[in-house]
């Protein structure tokens, strides 16, 4: 069963705009970590944010914010003011302790297209 | 440069070969995932090593197989090859046996079953 899932196949957006990705997980362990990746055309998976599942402050990292609600197993992310160079496909992916060997278990991604 | 160091980045090769992917881990990491993209499939886990041992196996199809040498660098074998076995093929390293402290990805080996 998906584990991660991002229903969101594609979002389409002018320049400036902002942009919210949507993440919804699944799981029964108490402690787990949760992740986003970006994938630009040239296919390389970039590091965005790793958040544990006990700490449910939001965070801003420029035009980056990201909010993780435990209470709707979800972990949102937002591009304000979104740029060309934003777009890209982004994933959502998440260790469960259980597997102690921390396997990410991928969502299936969201394209972001940002036009000028 | 993310530290893990993929070759080759790309391949093309014919049904029914074997090919070898080599993966060398971000300097001090002992943790080694092997990931593979595929456009029907999304991104999948295959398989796992810490210091040289297979940790966790995922979807990896008997025809792959993968090894973690004592450098830990680590190789992915693919042999039997079919047109499905197209896609991007991601190694990761990370410092702890549970990875719970992320991951470092390499820039990936296209492969092109032809």
């Known amino acids: 069963a998906q584990k991660v899932t991002q229903a969101q196949t594609e979002i389409s957006v002018v320049e400036k705009e902002d942009v919210t990705l949507d993440c919804v997980y699944e799981?029964?362990?108490?402690?787990?970590?949760l992740f986003w990746y970006k994938q630009p055309p040239s296919g390389e998976l970039v590091f965005l944010i790793r958040?544990?599942?006990?700490?449910?402050q939001n965070e801003i990292s420029g035009r980056y914010s990201w909010n993780f609600q435990k209470s709707t197993s979800s972990f949102n992310f937002t591009i304000t003011a979104s740029q060309v160079v934003d777009s890209a496909v982004y994933f959502c992916a998440l260790i469960e302790t259980t597997d102690s060997w921390g396997k990410l278990q991928f969502g299936a991604g969201t394209q972001v297209v940002v036009t000028p | 440069d993310s530290g893990v160091t993929q070759t080759p980045k790309h391949l093309i090769t014919a049904t029914g070969q074997r090919v070898t992917l080599r993966c060398s881990p971000r300097s001090g990491d002992l943790s080694v995932y092997w990931y593979q993209q595929s456009l029907d499939q999304g991104l999948q886990f295959l398989i796992q090593?810490?210091?040289?041992?297979?940790?966790a196996k995922g979807n990896i199809l008997e025809r792959f197989s993968a090894q973690q040498f004592p450098d830990l660098h680590s190789e992915l074998n693919l042999s039997s090859l079919e047109l499905g076995d197209s896609a991007l093929y991601f190694c990761a390293s990370s410092a702890l046996g549970t990875g719970d402290y992320g991951y470092t990805f390499g820039s990936g080996t296209r492969l092109t079953v032809v």
């Open positions: 958040r544990n599942s006990f700490d449910e």
């Open positions: 799981t029964r362990d108490t402690t787990y970590y």
């Open positions: 090593y810490y210091n040289g041992e297979e940790r």
